[in-house]
Nanobody
Framework: VQLVESGGGLVQPGGSLRLSCAAS????????MAWFRQAPGKERELVAA????????NYGDSVKGRFTISRDNAKNTVNLQMHSLKVEDTAVYYC?????????WGQGTQVTVSS
């Protein structure tokens, strides 16, 4: 299983970023996917999750209405569109899949929101 995140960077408050995760090594279309994040000194938290067919999603309370998770099962990718970014969104963002009770993580991509 390999998960490779991309798209992080430095953005000003109120700005937007789009993260992508390229997945391989498993049958992507069969599994829910998720994005987590971890800020310095804080625990890793769920940002958003999406069902295997993309038919349902759920979001952490702090990002509802600002972030959108989507997936492309033909390309084995899951994306996170982030709008109205806040300083408190600064974190390393991780792509995640859980297979047979084992969680797999990407290497993470840094998102920094700062003026």
């Amino acid at each position: 299983v390999q998960l490779v995140e991309s798209g992080g960077g430095l953005v000003q408050p109120g700005g937007s970023l789009r993260l992508s995760c390229a997945a391989s090594g498993f049958t992507f279309s069969r599994y829910p996917m998720a994005w987590f994040r971890q800020a310095p000194g804080k625990e890793r938290e769920l940002v958003a999750a999406i069902a295997s067919d993309g038919g349902s999603t759920n979001y952490g309370d702090s990002v509802k209405g600002r972030f959108t998770i989507s997936r492309d099962n033909a390309k084995n990718t899951v994306n996170l569109q982030m709008h109205s970014l806040k300083v408190e969104d600064t974190a390393v963002y991780y792509c995640n899949v859980r297979l047979y009770s084992v969680s797999y993580w990407g290497q993470g991509t840094q998102v920094t929101v700062s003026s």
